[in-house]
């Protein structure tokens, strides 16, 4: 067993392997994506994004991307290395084989005399008679009797011949790597190795698991609070209108919980007589409905306001202390509203359908947060019926451009969207006033600007027709475009001072029943990602079908091929109604721009239930299994959405009752929960 010492020794050296293991392999990976990271810029290069300075990449915003939690830790990993490098190499000794030529300082094959002659000498120097020093006497019983020894005694220098060392073999020798201190089972040293066993094997554990649950019983994987959660399921409603949303919306436990302070009473009046006209209040009573909107929740009061200074881009007038409430707000809206829309799609019929209603109105919301576009802009009026909110997205753009470009019969976005190039750009110089460069902000906003179109079909796999009650497989090939390039981008968003990445959601739903038969979100970004979903998908489908290996691989490299392009493939799966034929609608809708949403008319037949016919037949190879479905395509007259309906003032405000469930929250009494949203279902 080694000696105390040298099993001190060993703890820096056995700590240095234990962190290179995971050091090493982790900073090669960091700088090997680090470099073949694409430096393509795909976020908005209009002068209005550039002066907002979310973008800009200063010295000390480098420094800020720079000092993530992961690389200070492994910056402080790599100093903690090079410590423990230096420490060794200046306390390890090194381990020198036995040479009793060296020690004594002599060459092989010499005289006895001459060996006599040498320990004589070395003698003199560090024999304890002659030298009182302990070291000096180590030296000479351990090294300089060894060698002469070695070299005169016949059994000695056998020994050395055989197996290196006058004393015969050696054994093994074997150490703890473990500090100097712990090894000392004496005194204090003993308690502590013992609260350090403790500590490590019991005590952290048990601390990282209860810090674990308690964050797990109180958030999600969205890291969306379950009161959250509880409270969107039981005020979302079918018929909520666009307009209401927002009163679900602000009803998040996060919310909530933001301090109230006595100092933000007087900037939130003058707040509210700046937004006072987007807040839905009945102006033929308009003192009685004030006081009624100060009754609320203070959350909420202050919530709702914050939400309507975005809309209207009134934060350069909060107060400080507003104002980082205000960040918080949105830093928190965009993962909140896609909780909303997936609790607005939730499974509530007996066939799994959501509600359409509400998902959109949850996504307009999302729209006008993200552009800092109020939601009275998506009235209808002045001959427009999309309303002026697309419009007002763009850079330089205000209700009085687009009265002066409307004298010009541009009455929808998508008529702007439409023109050529030089056209667009001599009717925003000649008749909206814009000076060249904003004519080319606006102009570089639109390259950006996604164009989307759906390929969608519904069919039962190894089936000709859909009857009730069959699994039918909807495919739907999302495929986006940009006149920039670009498959994923972020989009322009000035007023939003976080990073948004653009998510869209598609929608199979039924506008006559307003039932959402299948939903699903999906992202651009990630193209590695949706190459591997699309040729799993395919793959899978066409094994499931009895296809060669041949025709599976050719369906898998044209997936492939059309995901690069920029497309990405959607399946989903839902239960057949009863007979008759449908009306659907493939919705997809982007949570980031206003006006780049797109639908698809769908028709299915579904026949009556049959023991005997087709049921069981394989498709031919090359034949399309569509019957019973007919795509047409959608028309801009059509449209679910009659925005004039949906925000005007709906008769079925409770108000009150929901300050009363919202005060329930506050107060932690329960109220919200699955017995009281399961009696406020209709």
Same mark, same amino acid.
């Given at each position: 067993m080694a000696t105390p010492e040298e099993n001190g020794s060993l703890f820096p050296i056995f700590i240095l392997t234990m962190m290179a293991l995971f050091v090493v392999p982790y900073t090669i990976v960091r700088l090997s994506r680090s470099v073949t990271r694409k430096a393509r810029t795909i976020h908005c290069q209009c002068s209005v994004c550039s002066r907002s300075g979310?973008?800009?990449?200063?010295?000390?915003?480098?420094?800020?991307?720079?000092? !993530?939690?992961?690389?200070?830790?492994?910056?402080?990993?790599?100093?903690?290395?090079v410590i423990l490098v230096y420490y060794i190499k200046h306390t390890s000794r090194e381990i020198q084989p036995f040479e009793p030529f060296s020690i004594l300082g002599l060459e092989p094959g010499v005289s006895d005399s001459e060996i006599k002659k040498a320990y004589r000498k070395l003698s003199i120097l560090y024999h304890p008679d002659k030298n009182p020093d302990p070291e000096a006497h180590k030296y000479f019983v351990e090294f300089i009797s060894k060698a002469y020894q070695a070299l005169t005694d016949p059994i000695s220098r056998e020994?050395?011949?055989k197996y290196g060392h006058p004393d015969g073999r050696q054994g093994l020798e074997m150490g703890i790597a473990l500090p100097k201190f712990?090894?000392? %089972?004496?005194?204090?040293?003993?308690?502590?190795?013992?609260?350090?066993?403790?500590?490590?094997?019991?005590?952290?554990?048990?601390?990282?698991?209860?810090?674990?649950?308690?964050?797990?019983?109180?958030?999600?994987?969205?890291?969306?609070?379950?009161? !959250?959660?509880?409270?969107? %399921?039981?005020?979302?409603?079918? =018929?909520?209108?666009?307009?209401?949303?927002?009163?679900? %919306?602000?009803?998040?436990?996060?919310?909530?919980?933001m301090p109230i302070r006595r100092?933000?009473?007087?900037?939130?009046?003058?707040?509210?007589?700046?937004?006072?006209?987007?807040?839905?209040?009945?102006?033929?009573?308009?003192? !009685?409905?004030?006081?009624?909107?100060?009754?609320?929740?203070?959350?909420?009061?202050?919530?709702?306001?914050?939400?309507?200074?975005?809309?209207?881009r009134e934060s350069a007038s909060l107060s400080s202390s507003l104002f980082s409430d205000f960040k918080r707000m949105l830093e928190l809206a965009p993962r909140l509203l896609e909780e909303l829309v997936k609790i607005a799609v939730l499974p509530r019929t007996p066939l799994g359908h959501g509600w359409l209603r509400p998902a959109?109105?949850?996504?307009?919301?999302?729209?006008?947060i993200v552009q800092a576009v109020p939601l009275s802009a998506r009235k209808a009026g002045g001959g427009n019926s999309e309303g002026i909110a697309a419009f007002l997205q763009l850079p330089h753009f205000s209700e009085t451009v687009f009265k002066k470009i409307a004298r010009k019969k541009v009455r929808t976005f998508q008529d702007l969207r439409d023109m050529a190039i030089q056209e667009r750009h001599e009717l925003l110089i000649h008749a909206a006033g814009f000076s060249d460069a904003e004519a080319h902000d606006t102009e570089i906003v639109l390259e950006m600007m996604p164009s989307i179109t759906l390929e969608v079909a519904c069919e039962t796999e190894?089936?000709?027709?859909?009857?009730?009650?069959?699994?039918?497989?909807?495919?739907?090939?999302?495929?986006?475009?940009?006149?920039?390039?670009?498959?994923?981008?972020?989009?322009?968003?000035?007023?939003y001072p976080f990073h948004k990445e653009e998510n869209f959601w598609l929608l199979l739903a039924d506008p006559v029943s307003n039932e959402v038969w299948v939903s699903q979100k999906v992202n651009f970004m990630d193209e590695a990602a949706a190459i591997?979903?699309?040729?799993?998908?395919?793959?899978? !489908?066409?094994?499931?079908?009895?296809?060669?290996?041949?025709?599976? =691989?050719?369906?898998?490299i044209k997936a492939i091929e059309k995901v690069k392009s920029g497309s990405r493939l959607v399946m989903g799966k839902f239960q057949a109604p009863a007979e008759g034929t449908y009306n659907l609608c493939s919705y997809c809708l982007c949570d980031a721009w206003i006006g780049c949403d797109t639908k698809t008319n769908l028709k299915i037949k579904v026949l009556k239930r049959s023991r005997t016919g087709t049921r069981g037949h394989a498709v031919e190879e090359g034949s399309v299994v569509e019957d019973g479905i007919e795509e047409e395509e959608a028309e801009e007259e059509e449209g679910?959405?009659?925005?004039?309906?949906?925000?005007?003032?709906?008769?079925?405000?409770?108000?009150?009752?929901?300050?009363?469930?919202?005060?329930?929250?506050?107060?932690?009494?329960?109220?919200?929960?699955?017995? =009281?949203?399961?009696s406020d279902e209709e």
């Amino acid at each position: 067993m080694a000696t105390p010492e040298e099993n001190g020794s060993l703890f820096p050296i056995f700590i240095l392997t234990m962190m290179a293991l995971f050091v090493v392999p982790y900073t090669i990976v960091r700088l090997s994506r680090s470099v073949t990271r694409k430096a393509r810029t795909i976020h908005c290069q209009c002068s209005v994004c550039s002066r907002s300075g979310k973008y800009k990449r200063s010295i000390l915003k480098r420094i800020s991307n720079f000092s !993530t939690c992961s690389n200070l830790t492994i910056l402080l990993l790599w100093v903690i290395m090079v410590i423990l490098v230096y420490y060794i190499k200046h306390t390890s000794r090194e381990i020198q084989p036995f040479e009793p030529f060296s020690i004594l300082g002599l060459e092989p094959g010499v005289s006895d005399s001459e060996i006599k002659k040498a320990y004589r000498k070395l003698s003199i120097l560090y024999h304890p008679d002659k030298n009182p020093d302990p070291e000096a006497h180590k030296y000479f019983v351990e090294f300089i009797s060894k060698a002469y020894q070695a070299l005169t005694d016949p059994i000695s220098r056998e020994n050395y011949e055989k197996y290196g060392h006058p004393d015969g073999r050696q054994g093994l020798e074997m150490g703890i790597a473990l500090p100097k201190f712990l090894l000392n %089972f004496d005194g204090a040293s003993g308690g502590i190795l013992l609260l350090g066993i403790v500590g490590v094997c019991i005590l952290l554990p048990l601390i990282i698991a209860v810090i674990y649950l308690s964050r797990s019983a109180k958030y999600t994987g969205n890291y969306v609070m379950h009161q !959250t959660l509880s409270t969107y %399921f039981y005020f979302m409603k079918p =018929s909520l209108a666009p307009s209401k949303v927002m009163d679900v %919306f602000i009803k998040a436990a996060e919310y909530v919980e933001m301090p109230i302070r006595r100092s933000d009473t007087e900037p939130l009046q003058k707040l509210f007589v700046a937004v006072r006209s987007e807040l839905n209040l009945d102006l033929k009573n308009i003192k !009685t409905e004030q006081a009624k909107f100060w009754k609320q929740h203070p959350a909420l009061v202050k919530m709702e306001l914050l939400v309507q200074a975005q809309l209207t881009r009134e934060s350069a007038s909060l107060s400080s202390s507003l104002f980082s409430d205000f960040k918080r707000m949105l830093e928190l809206a965009p993962r909140l509203l896609e909780e909303l829309v997936k609790i607005a799609v939730l499974p509530r019929t007996p066939l799994g359908h959501g509600w359409l209603r509400p998902a959109i109105g949850v996504v307009d919301l999302s729209q006008s947060i993200v552009q800092a576009v109020p939601l009275s802009a998506r009235k209808a009026g002045g001959g427009n019926s999309e309303g002026i909110a697309a419009f007002l997205q763009l850079p330089h753009f205000s209700e009085t451009v687009f009265k002066k470009i409307a004298r010009k019969k541009v009455r929808t976005f998508q008529d702007l969207r439409d023109m050529a190039i030089q056209e667009r750009h001599e009717l925003l110089i000649h008749a909206a006033g814009f000076s060249d460069a904003e004519a080319h902000d606006t102009e570089i906003v639109l390259e950006m600007m996604p164009s989307i179109t759906l390929e969608v079909a519904c069919e039962t796999e190894g089936e000709e027709g859909i009857q009730e009650g069959d699994l039918v497989t909807m495919y739907a090939w999302i495929n986006l475009s940009r006149r920039n390039g670009l498959i994923g981008a972020l989009p322009h968003s000035p007023y939003y001072p976080f990073h948004k990445e653009e998510n869209f959601w598609l929608l199979l739903a039924d506008p006559v029943s307003n039932e959402v038969w299948v939903s699903q979100k999906v992202n651009f970004m990630d193209e590695a990602a949706a190459i591997a979903a699309a040729s799993k998908a395919i793959q899978e !489908t066409k094994e499931a079908l009895g296809a060669s290996v041949r025709d599976v =691989s050719s369906a898998v490299i044209k997936a492939i091929e059309k995901v690069k392009s920029g497309s990405r493939l959607v399946m989903g799966k839902f239960q057949a109604p009863a007979e008759g034929t449908y009306n659907l609608c493939s919705y997809c809708l982007c949570d980031a721009w206003i006006g780049c949403d797109t639908k698809t008319n769908l028709k299915i037949k579904v026949l009556k239930r049959s023991r005997t016919g087709t049921r069981g037949h394989a498709v031919e190879e090359g034949s399309v299994v569509e019957d019973g479905i007919e795509e047409e395509e959608a028309e801009e007259e059509e449209g679910y959405d009659d925005y004039e309906s949906e925000y005007s003032d709906d008769e079925d405000d409770e108000k009150e009752q929901n300050n009363k469930a919202v005060n329930g929250v506050l107060n932690e009494k329960g109220h919200t929960t699955s017995e =009281s949203s399961g009696s406020d279902e209709e």
